[in-house]
């Protein structure tokens, strides 16, 4: 399967499109002049996965990215499929249908690939997280507190759970973002959840207060760095307007530990996640994407699956992909940036 090069304005900017390699994502290539930010350039971009097929199943609704031991991708749809892509072409190898206990299908946000090959994948439903084989195989399910359950058996509000998913402190800490806040916290004050590792299982550990710059914002990925910060992705919707998606980088390392804190509501001796803006992505260069909606700028779609492909130069390659909900207006597109910390 052949990319389409959708970034390509010049001739030299297409003999760049057409340099692939191995080393990361075969997202359409460019200068590293196309910048966002001070912190933040774009790559590329790429829409050959948008609206097409893989042995029967559609490719999209993609809601999370994992790089697999072998470095390939993993992408997975929120409609409980999870796609091997090629690093370098992006073309689908593979597709596994993932199930709960019943049998019945998941709201499947968040996807973490461990050490050992299992994929830890988040359901919105419950919430939940559920270990499985690489072949789709259910293994377990890990704890989560009470409150951050769907109400009434929670205070969470449905499709508002855990979104984002990733490994800290060389694979010994699982966190998970919550997409929204919980009934009785202050609106734009999400809970990041906690697991410790222990043996072959996981226990419940600390949590964190992170704030949105607004109410409408959500928290659909995060990513751990290797010295405890995280790449946070927040995110919106406004109708007529479209997409807000904004970069952060966050550090939870001196936050509050909220579990035994009920209401979050501002509290002066309550210590959330610190964070920077890096980008805002309506101010990277749209590079000739055009949009089915009205958007800030046509590159914009409803981005929410991330994940660090490697290093350039001191900078992150970071892989960003939009859930096009398998909407006509809306579009499967994967980004490439490259991101100095």
Not at 66 to 77: E, K, M, P, T, Y
Not at 101 to 109: C, H, I, K, Q, V
């Amino acid at each position: 399967m052949q990319l389409r090069t959708v970034l390509a304005t010049t001739t030299a900017a297409l003999a760049a499109a057409a340099c692939l390699t191995a080393a990361g994502p075969a997202v359409a290539a460019a200068p590293v002049s196309h910048a966002c930010s001070p912190s933040v350039s774009l790559d590329g971009f790429s829409d050959a996965l948008d609206k097409t097929t893989f042995d029967g199943t559609f490719v999209g609704n993609f809601s999370a990215l994992a790089v697999d031991r072998d470095g390939s991708l993993a992408a997975l749809s929120d409609r409980s499929a999870l796609f091997d892509l090629d690093a370098r072409t992006l073309a689908p190898k593979e597709v596994v249908p993932l199930a709960d206990e019943n049998g019945a299908a998941l709201d499947s946000e968040g996807l973490v690939i461990d050490r050992d090959g299992t994929r830890l994948v988040t359901s919105e439903t419950e919430p939940s997280i559920r270990r499985y084989r690489a072949d789709g195989t259910l293994l377990d399910r890990l704890p989560v507190p009470a409150a951050l359950q769907v109400a009434p058996a929670g205070r969470a509000t449905s499709n508002q759970t855990f979104e984002g998913l990733t490994l800290l402190n060389g694979g010994r800490t699982l966190l998970a973002s919550m997409e929204y806040a919980l009934s009785g916290d202050t609106a734009g004050t999400v809970r990041f959840q906690t697991w410790q590792r222990h043996g072959k299982g996981w226990q419940t550990g600390a949590q964190y207060a992170y704030r949105t710059d607004a109410a409408f914002l959500g928290v659909p990925e995060v990513q751990a760095l290797p010295d405890g910060r995280l790449l946070v992705l927040e995110r919106g919707f406004t109708s007529g307007v479209g997409n807000t998606v904004r970069l952060y980088l966050a550090d939870p390392r001196h936050a509050t530990d909220t579990r035994g804190i009920e209401n979050l509501t501002g509290q002066a001796d309550v210590r959330p996640v610190r964070k920077t803006l890096l980008t805002d992505i309506a101010d990277c260069p749209a590079l000739g994407a055009t949009a089915r909606q009205p958007q800030p700028n046509p590159l914009l779609d409803n981005i929410e699956g991330m994940v660090i492909t490697g290093r350039d130069h001191g900078r992150l390659r970071v892989l960003l992909v939009s859930d096009d909900n398998q909407n006509a207006v809306q579009t499967t597109r994967f980004y490439r940036l490259r991101v100095r910390v």
